[in-house]
C-alpha cells in the first residue's frame, strides 16, 4: 500500500510540475493563434505522463532499456498527439478566417455570406447568429433609407409649400402698402387664410418633430369610443357640408378605451379632413367603431376611388400626399404620418386598405 501511494505521490509531482510550465506558457501565449493553444495543451497533457513515468520508473530502479522502451512509446505518443493537435488547429483557425473575413464584408454595409466549409457548433452557432444581425443591418438600412428619403422630400415640399403663401402674403401686402388694392377687405381676408395655412404648417411640423423624438407627452384617461367619434364627427361637419360630403356615424359602439382623448380627437380629426377631401361631392365618409380579437378598431371609410397598389406602403410616410399637387388642398402631408406617431405612441396600429369605391384606414388601440 506504501509503495502505491508513493507511485501516486511521484506521478502526481511530475504530472503538477509540467501542469504549472504550461499554464505559464498558456498565460504568455494567450493572445497567440489557437493552434499555439491547443498544441501548448496537448504538450501539457503528454508532458505531465511522461515526467510522473518517468519519475515512478527512476524510483522503481527500472533497467537502463526498460527506461528507453518507455520513454521511446511515451515520445511516439507525444508526437501523434502534437500533430493532431496542430492539424485540429489548422482547421479551426482557417474557420475562424473564413467566418472574420465573411463578417467583415457586412460589417463593411454588405451582407453577410456564411463560410460554405463546416465548421465547429460554436463556430455554426456564432455563424447563425452574425446571419440573424446581418439581416437585422439590412433591415435596418433600409429604414435608415426610407427615412432619409422621406425627410428629403419633406424639406423639398415643405420649402415649396412655405414660398408660395409667402410670395402671396408679400405681393398683397406690397399692394396694400402702394395703395394698389381695388379690395383691401378680400385682400385682408386672403392674408388672413395663407397666415392660417402656414400656421397649420408650422403646428404640424412641431407635432411630428415631438413624435420623432419621443417626447409626445400622453395623458391616457378612460373615455367611450362613442363620445371620441362624436366630437371628432361635430368637429368635421362644416368642412363635409362646404364639401358636399355626407358623415355617417351609426356604426360606433360604445366601447371604452384609455388613451388621451385631445391626441386621439387628432388622429379622428386629420383622417376625417383627410377622407372630406379626397371623396367628390354628393359622396359619404363612414365612420365605425368595434371591439374585435385584436383590440378596439376605428375605421373611416372614404369615396376616393382607392389608393394604387404601390402606393399602400407609403400612405403613413412623412411627406406623402397621394398627388403631385401643391396647391390647398393637398397640405404637407403630415396629418397622416401624425396619425401614425400618436397611434403607435398608444401601444396601437395604423393601416389602410383599398375597399370598393374607395379605401379604409383602420385604427386599432388596446382595450381599456
Not at 383691401?184 to 413624435?211: H, P
Not at 385584436?294 to 376611388?305: M, R
Not at 397611434?343 to 395604423?350: D, K, L, T
Not at 369605391?357 to 386599432?364: H, L, M, Q
Request: net charge neutral.
Amino acid at each position: 500500500m506504501t509503495d502505491i501511494l508513493l507511485i501516486g505521490l511521484l506521478a502526481f509531482l511530475g504530472a503538477a510540475a509540467a501542469g504549472l510550465l504550461g499554464a505559464l506558457v498558456l498565460r504568455f501565449s494567450r493572445h497567440r493563434s489557437l493552434i499555439v493553444s491547443l498544441t501548448v495543451v496537448v504538450a501539457v497533457a503528454v508532458t505531465a505522463m511522461l515526467a510522473g513515468t518517468l519519475a515512478v520508473a527512476w524510483a522503481m530502479f527500472l533497467s537502463p532499456h526498460d527506461l528507453t522502451v518507455v520513454t521511446t512509446v511515451v515520445a511516439m505518443a507525444a508526437v501523434v498527439s502534437l500533430a493532431t493537435a496542430t492539424l485540429l488547429g489548422r482547421w479551426v483557425a482557417a474557420r475562424s478566417r473564413d467566418l472574420t473575413l465573411a463578417a467583415r464584408s457586412f460589417g463593411d454595409g454588405g451582407t453577410f455570406a456564411a463560410p460554405a466549409a463546416p465548421a465547429t457548433a460554436e463556430l455554426a452557432a456564432l455563424t447563425r447568429e452574425l446571419a440573424s444581425t446581418s439581416a437585422k443591418l439590412d433591415r435596418s438600412r433600409e429604414r435608415e433609407r426610407a427615412l432619409e428619403t422621406s425627410r428629403r422630400e419633406l424639406v423639398a415640399w415643405i420649402s415649396h409649400d412655405l414660398r408660395t403663401p409667402l410670395a402671396g402674403l408679400r405681393a398683397m401686402s406690397e399692394a396694400l402698402e402702394d395703395g394698389m388694392a381695388v379690395d383691401s377687405q378680400r385682400y385682408l381676408g386672403q392674408i388672413r387664410t395663407e397666415v392660417e395655412r402656414m400656421n397649420d404648417m408650422v403646428g404640424d411640423l412641431f407635432e411630428l418633430s415631438r413624435i420623432h423624438a419621443g417626447s409626445l407627452a400622453l395623458t391616457p384617461t378612460r373615455i367611450s369610443v362613442y363620445d371620441l367619434v362624436g366630437d371628432a364627427l361635430a368637429g368635421a361637419d362644416p368642412l363635409a357640408r362646404e364639401h358636399g360630403v355626407r358623415l355617417v356615424g351609426d356604426r360606433v359602439q360604445a366601447v371604452p378605451v384609455e388613451v388621451d382623448a385631445k391626441e386621439m380627437s387628432r388622429v379622428l380629426g386629420n383622417l376625417l379632413i383627410n377622407a372630406i377631401r379626397r371623396t367628390p361631392a354628393d359622396g359619404t365618409v363612414a365612420v365605425a367603431a368595434h371591439r374585435s380579437e385584436k383590440g378596439v378598431v376605428l375605421s373611416v371609410t372614404d369615396g376616393c376611388g382607392g389608393i394604387p397598389e404601390e402606393d399602400l406602403p407609403r400612405v403613413f410616410d412623412t411627406g406623402w400626399r397621394g398627388s403631385h399637387a401643391r396647391t390647398p388642398p393637398a397640405g404637407a402631408g403630415l396629418g397622416l404620418a401624425i396619425v401614425r406617431g400618436i397611434v403607435e405612441a398608444h401601444a396601437g396600429r395604423a393601416e389602410v386598405r383599398n375597399v370598393t369605391g374607395g379605401c379604409c384606414f383602420e385604427v386599432t388601440l388596446p382595450p381599456a
